[in-house]
Nanobody, 112 residues
Framework: QVQLVESGGGLVQPGGSLRLSCVAS????????MGWYRRPPGKERELVAS????????NYAAAVKGRFTISRDNAKNTVYLQMNSLKPEDTAVYYC?????WGQGTLVTVSS
């Protein structure tokens, strides 16, 4: 059974940083592209960032480019999202994705 378990969300002030982690099990992690999505309050889920299976290619939404960094450690079956210079509009539930598989989400709230 595939499981994606996110952690690292929380409350942070504008301008602050957080690092999200997603640990995967039940799949051959090193063969899977991974992604982070988010669902802001009252809005649809949107792609934040993605990374290919080897970690050599990444893609970012325009709203986060230059502030967020996606990375992965295939030895630890983990994908990360480093979020810097956070803004109130980054407030959302963040989800880890592997193809059609989703984690349960972790809430990030950016507020003073």
């Amino acid at each position: 059974q595939v499981q994606l378990v996110e952690s690292g969300g929380g409350l942070v002030q504008p301008g602050g940083s957080l690092r999200l982690s997603c640990v995967a099990s039940g799949l051959t992690f090193r063969l899977n592209a991974m992604g982070w999505y988010r669902r802001p309050p009252g809005k649809e889920r949107e792609l934040v960032a993605s990374i290919n299976s080897a970690g050599a290619s990444t893609n970012y939404a325009a709203a986060v480019k230059g502030r967020f960094t996606i990375s992965r450690d295939n030895a630890k079956n983990t994908v990360y999202l480093q979020m810097n210079s956070l803004k109130p509009e980054d407030t959302a539930v963040y989800y880890c994705n592997a193809g059609f598989r989703w984690g349960q989400g972790t809430l990030v709230t950016v507020s003073s």
